[in-house]
């Protein structure tokens, strides 16, 4: 018979994993500092290891993946405000463009059209090319003094 002549580690207890919505919660959290101007790494990881919201033992790797979640939520809500305001004015230029043709105003509503490309992108305005030509001139008079 062997006898186990190895030492036994302690077996690591495992934490129950948090529910969704307190998830939710730590990423709201760390949403509003963003938000709120706290936009640095630095500070974030402060004031989540300050917060009593989340756990005092939290890895450094768990406190990034809720500033990553908290930043990917901002993207997405920049997006849908972009879209909605997108799909605002668009609307707005077709109203616009219906009122002008019931009163006959067709230069008003070629006018309409060139926004409503430009707003989609359709049309890229042309570019001033402007260059820049420097032209050395002499401090007294011009060269022609001398002779």
Do not use: H
């Amino acid at each position: 018979m062997k006898i186990n002549t190895m030492e036994q580690k302690p077996k690591k207890v495992k934490k129950a994993r948090i529910s969704k919505i307190d998830k939710e919660n730590r990423v709201f959290q760390v949403f509003k500092w963003i938000v709120e101007g706290y936009t640095k790494r630095s500070m974030l990881l402060r004031l989540i290891s300050d917060s009593e919201l989340f756990d005092p033992d939290m890895t450094e790797r768990q406190k990034d993946n809720y500033i990553r979640d908290a930043r990917e939520k901002l993207r997405d809500k920049i997006a849908d405000d972009a879209d909605f305001e997108l799909d605002l004015a668009l609307n707005r230029l077709e109203a616009l463009f219906t009122m002008n043709y019931k009163i006959n105003d067709f230069a008003e509503c070629r006018r309409v059209v060139m926004d409503r490309a430009k707003l989609r992108g359709l049309v890229v305005e042309k570019q001033k090319n402007e260059t820049t030509v420097k032209v050395e001139q002499p401090l007294f008079g011009n060269d022609y003094d001398n002779e």
